[in-house]
């Protein structure tokens, strides 16, 4: 009996030696556990950038739908948000995680983090306080993320910004990128053009000597070596698109664009001021036929918040968009962050006394740089300029604000809506009657789901309520008492 | 691996080996007829200077195969089919009688003289022998967990393409839900749960029941706890199926050849949809052709008009012929045209199961040739079924003490076209079923194309359905599957009392599936221009184990010790390649290359690799009490290092009380028993991985990550079972109870649990929850007359189970969606009608109110059977025997999706009784007149101060209808109860002195039939399905003949 157990336990041993032999050769062959960060980057990109729909353009009154549409924002109903950004930002993580694993190019770190600061900013716009230095940290067993407030998710972001501009180099070349075609200085100049724009959006915190917003904006204007800007429009930051199954625009096949007609908001403004965009921007109405573009007069509008019964009716009397927005494979490129953008920026910078230069000129070139994109001939932008949209100290900050967002048709995505908001002073104190509604002033219709005022931000998630209970909880109570679409978030509470 | 080269090639020449096996199965069926002759002789011979005799059974029956051997002298020999035996035996030797399920007799010769042996039925338990996992042959009575064996001649007479179906009511604990589907396989599960490994000689075979051959078992042991099989590790921890196969060795000394040949028809069915026949298609009373979403709410049928040529109202309608110079259709007669579309679109199906297998066996060894052929045609037209399979078996004893047995298997299941199942559109049943009325010309519909348009667009009644002869002509479904098994077995034995044994075993799997969908299909998730798609996969499960066993009596016989090691290394593999072609080109050709659009392709592949070491002891106490542990640790690959190594025991106990202390007289046997085990289950090969999808922008590539957090610590999935039992027989065995009362708790669960979406991750991968099962099972059994004419056998098998929910993962308050912690889950939740405090239906506007959410249904009822029941009777009378099966379910809450939307669509019987339709229809209940109803957020009433008054308001039949009956479970849920004459064979026996001049040893004769007769409430299906109908065909009743001769 034991001289078989010698004689076998060596089976035993075998046995138990091998237990796990052969086990790290399996390797997934389905799915690739790792990938080069430049993939991420142009996945990245694409969820980041990719053209924003309708939403954002409706409720700031560009156009309306005659239909009455499926979007709750038509008539100002700002539902729960997602938080659909998180998404990107776990890709986001991805970039930087893998990028200092595979020891690959540092300005993959810069962009994560650009990345990050933009998505981060996306997001509190449309809710308030959300997780950040908590955020994203699920693998460390953080899966109930506390919210920061706003004032310091900014700063973090003001600061990741920075870190950014640094990690990207001025000169070279980056893989996989779908918006500059592999140009870091141009990544360099949108880092700085958005971190202007955020510090902008927090023009009601000036006196928050935490954030010291003019300095810091000062800072970046002042030293271009170190900061450099959008140059022209070559610098935008757009998404294309292309007539490739998958990466068409997002209204090639869509009948339901058909059904937009041009805002009586916007179409205003634009008939009032002979502003040449209003043939880029719509089509004659079809009936009666054979209007002619360059009359302002054949463009008819819908105001805003008519019943559906009212806009149906007038559909064929009135502006659709343009054509070339409309079943198109391409479309128009959609622009993010643009060189005009940044120039009404930095007029109301100059207006502010942030910096020094010209408000009339940095006004100027915003509306000629808006309308070259468009390809208008500078002599008629010259004519226009010199017309009803001329430079008037008086009303410096409604001209800016009303240029501003008229670059905003089409493109930018909630930005329009934003910066109406962070104008829009009487709404959050209404006991002033001096204040301005907000520049331009939106109409208020007669189906409006919001008690006839147009909301301050979305709800949070509903899951969030239900997964992270307690800290949204706080971040609500904190904020706004209750979880309120007119509730006023930090940034734009005037310190 | 050689071993998986030598499948591979066998593959290959599948045709070749088919003739092989024709070729072979002849040239046995041939020379068993010149052995039997030859045997004759041989045996002559002897019988004249040697001990002969003849063995009965206790009813003086002969019986056949009876082992007699002179002790002490390899010499021996079995009785032929009269019972008789001749052996060289000399006066003064003993002559030792042994037969299965006989006490062993021990006869001394004292003379030459023929001697007349009577053997002795065991009447306990006490000699019974069992498989137990790892094939390990052990005492019943020494098990301390519940077994049921199932004899092979269950399967012998009634056959069913699976074999599973012939399992139903025969094990207490073993639930089967049978399926109308020409290939679809019954669900079953053991004691609540679904995932039960298949063993095969004791080599597991996953969990695919197809490949079961029925002719070729010998017998099947359920295991129901996870103690008997806490040694196949994870996969049997739910309960094995064992299948023990039919050796060589279990046939007379020589050559045998068994024919077994059954056919089956179908004859009319148990369960049909109903319909009504007096109102065609339309809506509100209107014929509507063309662009409406058509129902059988249309004008009535068969209304006389003396204008007409045909005597009856007459209009065009979606089949009128057009007038050759308008242009114009022609009116039609609206008459009946079809009373039940189902039944008569459905054919006579049929089943056919042969099998022919030639064994033999000698001192040294044993081999078995098996073939089975089961051809299945479906009683959907063009559905078939294949199922094929060729098994070699056989054993050599090269040595005294070293043996060797192997087999092989080979099985091809494959089907031209089956239909497809389920609730969605490329279910032809939904398409008929629910509209498709008593206007409709069946005949005309079988041109199923637009003349002219052949091949493009479909001619149908209604534009949204598929006109159902095109949807069995052209949507085509085709399957087939190659499965090889085999294994070599090396036993050697060092001494009486230690044995080691080696095997190695292997699956291999090839599944080749087309589906053939072409252009003009109507079903809304289908594409309107056709498709193709051709996938294929592979897969190989490998075994490789050794076993070292120890078995031996000490001090002085009073302690047993039975002690086992081994291990086990475990291999699978599988790959898989898929590709479509969508939007056709060319109508009816199936090509990837016949692609207007694109073509897809897609592929995966996974290895998986688990180790385990393994052991048992088991000792016994003067064979009263037995103490078992076992004890079983894995290493898995697809856990992450050191969650990858795992360990699980077990423990059981039994005592035999009966032994122990002295019990009335009428107590034959009685045993109690209780165990207690663990399992533990790993996950899927890559399961855990955290991996990034590829794919590209416009050419440039991208990848993202998963949006699920896969723990890295993710340990296996935890069982624990405990189970006590009872087994009591008595009047020397005539009587007998077992039952057992378990617990198993599921728990540790890997569950993918939501997160806040701004961790980074939406959902996070953890061991979690768990749900505990408990439950009874009764199994009595007795024979109430056994005398030498007439035996009647009866056995009654009776379960239920209720789960619970037993924890909860972490941060969660509940389990899955639903269950509160200890609440018992698989509620029934749907809508129902919004009642008042007095239980009235609330109407609106003269139409019932629905809830809204799906909350639980206010029976309170459980979708579980609350019992689940069967009933087995043998009758044998002279010749003559009956088999009788009688099964069912109490209980348990069926949704009738089938009902339900044939009452919506008004084709069903009860929507056409009494004129309902032609009068306005005032529902029975109240309506709203005051006061006011607040409900906080999360559904509570907050106050009611509403006030009643009966519903008077009248409306159009078909408006409340289709109000009240959708998705409303008052009215389309059904107890599911039924009771189910399940099988019955009748059985004749022919003669022996009728085959007495041919090589005939054996043959009997048999009437069969299955799916008799169905006792329900549920109206238009078979509740044999489960808690759901999924839109099932009817249920069909078979009918027909066996066949079985011995050579």
Avoid at chain 1, 49 to 56: D, I, N, S, T
Avoid at chain 2, 859 to 881: A, H, M, Q, T
Avoid at chain 2, 959 to 985: C, G, H, M, P
């Amino acid at each position: 009996m034991i001289k078989l157990f010698y004689k076998y336990s060596f089976l035993l041993i075998l046995v138990l030696s091998s237990c796990t032999k052969g086990f790290d050769d399996i390797e997934n062959s389905n799915n690739s556990t790792i990938v080069p960060p430049s993939t991420l980057f142009t996945g990245i990109s694409r969820s980041t950038f990719v053209g924003l729909g309708e939403a954002g353009q409706q409720s700031a009154q560009f156009f309306v739908h005659t239909n009455g549409g499926a979007l709750d924002e038509i008539t100002y109903f700002f539902r729960r948000n997602n938080f659909s950004e998180y998404d990107i930002l776990r890709n986001v993580e991805r970039l930087r995680i893998e990028t200092i694993n595979q020891k690959a190019p540092e300005h993959y770190l810069g962009l994560a983090k650009f990345f990050k600061a933009y998505l981060m900013v996306q997001l509190t716009q449309k809710v308030g306080d959300i997780p950040y230095s908590d955020a994203l940290k699920a693998d460390e067993n953080v899966v109930r993320p506390k919210y920061d407030t706003q004032k310091d998710l900014y700063i973090a972001v003001l600061r990741e910004l920075d870190e950014a501009n640094d990690l990207i180099p001025a000169t070279g070349t980056v893989t996989g990128d779908i918006i500059f075609d592999g140009t870091l200085i141009k990544w360099k100049k949108l880092v700085n053009t958005f971190k202007l724009r955020v510090l902008m959006s927090l023009s009601q915190k000036e006196a928050d000597t935490d954030i010291n917003v003019a300095t810091q904006f000062a800072n970046i204007v002042n030293n271009p070596t170190k900061y450099p800007l959008m140059q022209s429009n070559a610098d935008n930051a757009m998404f294309k698109y292309y007539d490739v199954s998958g990466f068409r625009h997002f209204w090639a096949s869509s009948t339901d664009a058909l059904n937009y007609r041009m805002c009586t908001t916007l179409g205003d403004i634009l008939k009032a001021n002979q502003d040449p965009r209003i043939q880029k921007f719509f089509n004659v109405p079809a009936s009666p036929a054979g209007g002619n573009p360059a009359d302002f007069s054949v463009y008819k509008s819908i105001d805003h918040g008519v019943p559906t019964s009212t806009s149906s009716s007038i559909q064929t009397t009135t502006s659709p968009l343009n054509s070339r927005y409309i079943g198109s494979a391409t479309g128009e490129p959609y622009i993010q962050v643009s060189y005009h953008e940044l120039q009404f920026v930095l007029a109301e910078a100059a207006f502010r006394g942030w910096i020094t230069g010209d408000v009339e000129s940095y006004y100027n070139e915003g509306i000629r740089s808006s309308c070259r994109f468009y390809s208008i001939p500078d002599a008629t932008i010259n004519t226009f300029l010199a017309g009803n949209v001329k430079y008037d100290a008086t009303k410096g900050l409604q001209q800016i604000s009303t240029q501003r967002w008229i670059g905003y048709f089409m493109n930018s995505g909630y930005e329009a809506l934003w910066n109406h908001r962070r104008t829009r002073a009487r709404g959050f104190d209404p006991s002033n009657p001096n204040l301005p509604l907000g520049y331009p002033t939106f109409n208020i219709g007669p189906v409006n789901n919001n008690d006839g005022k147009i909301p301050n931000r979305y709800q949070y998630p509903e899951n969030e309520g239900r997964l992270n209970t307690e800290n949204l909880t706080e971040a609500v109570q904190r904020q706004f008492g209750t979880d309120d679409i007119n509730g006023i978030m930090w940034s734009l509470i005037k310190l | 691996m050689n071993l998986l080269k030598c499948f591979n090639r066998l593959q290959s020449s599948f045709k070749k080996l088919k003739i092989f096996c024709f070729a072979f199965v002849q040239f046995f069926l041939l020379t068993a007829y010149v052995n039997a002759e030859n045997n004759f002789v041989e045996s002559e011979i002897i019988r004249q200077s040697s001990f002969k005799g003849k063995v009965v059974d206790e009813n003086n029956l002969p019986l056949i195969g009876v082992s007699a051997s002179v002790k002490g002298k390899s010499i021996s020999t079995m009785t032929n089919a009269e019972g008789e035996f001749s052996l060289r035996a000399a006066v003064g030797d003993v002559v030792v009688f042994s037969y299965m399920g006989f006490e062993t007799f021990e006869y001394p010769v004292r003379t030459l003289e023929p001697a007349f042996v009577k053997l002795v039925p065991t009447t306990s338990a006490l000699n019974e022998v069992t498989v137990t996992a790892l094939g390990i042959k052990r005492e019943k009575k020494s098990l301390g967990y519940s077994v049921q064996e199932i004899k092979g001649e269950v399967f012998e007479k009634v056959k069913e393409p699976n074999i599973i179906a012939s399992l139903t009511g025969q094990v207490a604990g073993l639930t089967v839900y049978n399926k109308t589907g020409t290939f679809q396989a019954p669900a079953f599960n053991i004691r609540g749960s679904s995932s039960i490994l298949v063993v095969i000689d004791g080599v597991p075979m996953g969990t695919d029941t197809w490949s079961i051959n029925p002719d070729d078992v010998d017998k099947i042991d359920v295991i129901k706890g996870a103690t008997g099989a806490a040694l196949y590790g994870a996969a049997g921890s739910n309960g094995v199926i064992m299948v023990t196969t039919k050796k060589g060795g279990n046939n007379p000394r020589g050559l045998s050849v068994n024919f077994n040949s059954s056919s089956v028809f179908n004859a009319g069915y148990v369960a049909l949809p109903e319909y009504q026949t007096e109102y065609g298609q339309g809506l509100n009373g209107q014929y509507v052709d063309g662009t409406s979403y058509l129902h059988m709410w249309g004008p009535k049928l068969n209304q006389p008009d003396p204008t007409t040529p045909s005597g009856f109202v007459e209009f065009p309608q979606w089949n009128s012929p057009r007038d050759p110079v308008t242009g114009e259709k022609i009116p039609l007669p609206w008459i009946t045209r079809n009373t039940n579309p189902i039944k008569e679109i459905m054919e006579n199906g049929y089943t056919l199961n042969n099998s022919v297998s030639v064994g033999g066996n000698n001192d040294l060894g044993d081999f078995r040739v098996g073939y089975n052929d089961i051809y299945r045609k479906g009683n959907t037209p063009n559905t078939n079924l294949f199922n094929r399979t060729f098994d070699v078996s056989g054993g050599y004893k090269f040595y005294d003490k070293l043996k060797v047995d192997a087999k092989v298997s080979y099985n091809n299941l494959s089907s031209d076209n089956y239909e497809d199942v389920g609730y969605n559109w490329d279910n032809f049943i939904l398409h008929i079923g629910n509209n498709l009325g008593a206007n409709v010309d069946l005949e005309d519909l079988k041109n199923y194309w637009v003349p002219g348009q052949e091949g493009l667009t479909q001619r149908t009644w209604n534009p949204g359905r598929n006109n159902p002869y095109w949807h069995l002509n052209e949507n085509i479904h085709v399957y087939n599957r190659d499965r090889f098994s085999g294994w070599v077995k090396a036993n050697y034995e060092f001494s009486k009392h230690l044995n080691l044994t080696a095997r190695i075993s292997q699956v291999y799997n090839s599944l080749q599936q087309e589906r053939k969908e072409n252009k003009g299909n109507l079903a809304s998730t289908s594409n309107l221009d056709g498709s193709y798609t051709n996938s294929s996969s592979r897969s190989t499960d490998m075994n490789a184990d050794w076993l070292l066993r120890y078995n031996k009596k000490h001090f002085n016989e009073t302690i047993g010790i039975d002690a086992l090691i081994g291990g086990n290394a475990r291999v699978i593999n599988s790959r898989a390649l898929s590709g479509g072609a969508s939007s056709l080109i060319l109508s009816d050709f199936y090509n990837l290359s016949n692609k207007a659009d694109f073509n897809t392709a897609s592929n995966s592949s996974s290895k998986k690799l688990v180790n385990s070491f393994y052991g048992t002891l088991n000792l016994d106490w003067k064979s009263k009490i037995y103490l078992g542990i076992t004890g079983r640790n894995d290493w898995s690959s697809s856990l992450t290092r050191p969650n990858n190594s795992y360990f699980y025991p077990s423990f059981s106990l039994s005592g035999i009380v009966s032994e122990m202390v002295s019990l009335p007289r009428f107590v034959s046997f009685a045993k109690v028993r209780a165990s207690w085990a663990t399992g533990r289950n790993d996950v899927a090969a890559f399961w855990n991985d955290m991996v990034y999808s590829i794919g590209n922008f416009n050419g440039t590539p991208t990848a993202s990550y998963g949006a699920s957090l896969n723990s890295s610590n993710l340990m296996p999935d935890k069982t624990e079972s405990a189970e006590v039992g009872l087994d009591l027989r008595f009047f020397n065995g005539r009587l007998g109870f077992d039952m057992a009362y378990y617990t198993k708790i599921d728990k540790d669960q890997i569950s993918t649990t939501a997160i806040s979406g701004a961790s980074g991750f939406t959902g996070k991968r953890e061991n979690g929850g768990g749900i505990i099962t408990k439950g009874f099972e009764y199994s009595i059994n007795g024979s109430p007359i056994r005398n030498t004419n007439f035996t009647w056998n009866s056995t009654v098998n009776l379960s239920y189970y209720k789960q619970y929910v037993h924890s909860l993962a972490p941060g969660q308050t509940k389990y899955g969606t639903y269950y509160r912690m200890g609440e018992r889950i698989n509620r029934v939740r749907g809508l129902e009608f919004e009642r008042s405090e007095s239980g009235d239906i609330i109407y609106a506007a003269g139409l019932p109110v629905l809830t809204t959410t799906y909350e639980p249904i206010s029976s309170g009822e459980y979708v579980d059977p609350k019992l689940v029941y069967g009933f087995i009777n043998n009758f044998r009378y002279k010749n003559w025997g009956l088999n009788m099966v009688i099964d069912g379910r109490v209980g348990g809450v069926m949704y009738n999706y089938m009902y339900a939307n044939m009452m919506i669509s008004g084709a069903a019987k009860q929507t056409a009784v009494d004129g309902v339709r032609d009068k306005q229809f005032i529902g029975t209940g109240v309506k709203v007149i005051g006061g006011e109803l607040l409900k906080d957020v999360s559904g509570n009433v907050v106050y009611d101060s509403r006030q009643y008054a009966p519903n008077d308001v009248p409306v159009d039949y078909y408006a409340w209808v289709q109000t009240a009956y959708k998705n409303n479970y008052s009215v389309n849920a059904f107890d599911a109860t039924y009771i189910k004459l399940r099988e019955v064979a009748l059985s004749y026996q022919i003669p022996k002195n009728w085959l007495k001049k041919t090589a005939i040893k054996n043959a009997s004769v048999a009437l069969v039939g299955r799916n008799l007769l169905l006792y329900t409430g549920v109206l238009y299906t078979d509740p044999d399905v489960g808690s759901d109908d999924a839109g099932q065909g009817p249920s069909v009743r078979n009918i027909g003949f066996n066949l079985n001769i011995n050579l």
